[in-house]
């Protein structure tokens, strides 16, 4: 049984805060560049220029890269043969999101009731998601998770019978009707199957998967190229103004259902990806 204190997820989980608020991953910003060299519109491409400039501006000087740090998703694979010492595993993480928040300057984003509106100060609580997995790593997976992008998330309960077409549609009206208000180029994630909680989860877990990654199964990695032409052709474009570039990449992920259900999630993520993995 190997042993992990807690305080060394502590002190990665405040790391990885600062780092993917001042960073933006090497995936993203090649996506970004890529764009660049494809959009035809010029205010797209200007967008697109001011995307990138603010990105290296943000490494180089440690800011964040956005005003919206983000409400702190973890996905964690807790290896079964790990035994933590010197605490809990959810105290851990909150207290390396409170350090991360308060030492990086960052903006506190949470509020503790959703009718009274009040702050807690330090961007805690985190959203914890803990699976427990064979042998004895832990992996964290963090991501900032904007406002703006996740308002414009949205489930549907299609029934099993629901075709192909039906499901494009629902998706692709999705990134419609968010528009500009997901501040475009956006990352696209669509969970199918599992139940109503878990659908929603199983979309933002494909936004992890690196872009230029696809699914592993062939028919999805060919919808989920499909869907990104179709959600290009919408014209949106950076940030709204129009172009070519409404999405780096769509992500989809799968998961049992029951024989009656097949409910379908879209979690998008805006151009600010900000996610990393941590490993003990």
């Not at 660049?36 to 220029?49: C, T, W």
């Not at 440690?62 to 998703?73: H, I, M, N």
């Not at 919808?223 to 129009?242: A, H, R, T, Y």
């Amino acid at each position: 049984m190997r042993e992990i204190s807690t305080r060394k997820i502590t002190a990665t989980v405040s790391n990885l805060c600062v780092t993917v608020n001042t960073d933006l991953p090497a995936d993203v910003e090649g996506a970004l560049n890529k764009a660049l060299k494809d959009e035809e519109s010029p205010n797209g491409r200007e967008i697109l220029r001011q995307l990138i400039h603010n990105a290296e501006i943000a490494r180089k000087e440690k800011r964040p890269l956005c005003q919206d740090t983000g409400a702190v998703v973890v996905f964690i694979e807790l290896g079964q043969d790990i035994h933590l010492t010197d605490g809990s595993l959810e105290e851990a993480v909150n207290e390396g999101v409170s350090r991360g928040y308060k030492e990086g300057y960052l903006r506190k984003s949470l509020v503790s009731d959703p009718l009274r509106r009040d702050n807690t100060g330090d961007n805690t609580p985190a959203f914890i998601h803990t699976n427990v997995v064979p042998g004895d790593k832990l992996i964290i997976n963090l991501m900032c998770k904007g406002g703006g992008a996740e308002n414009c998330s949205a489930i549907r309960m299609f029934k099993p019978t629901s075709s192909h077409d039906e499901i494009d549609r629902f998706i692709i009206e999705t990134v419609g009707k968010a528009g500009p208000n997901a501040c475009p180029p956006i990352i696209v994630g669509v969970g199918i199957g599992g139940n109503f909680e878990t659908a929603p989860l199983t979309a933002k877990k494909a936004l992890l998967r690196e872009i230029g990654h696809y699914n592993s199964d062939h028919d999805l990695a060919k919808w989920e190229k499909e869907l990104l032409v179709k959600i290009n052709n919408l014209g949106i474009g950076p940030m709204g103004l129009g172009g070519k570039t409404t999405a780096l990449a769509v992500n989809i992920e799968t998961a049992p259902c029951h024989i009656s259900s097949l409910p379908v999630a879209v979690n998008i993520e805006c151009h600010a990806h900000r996610a990393r993995k941590g490993m003990l």
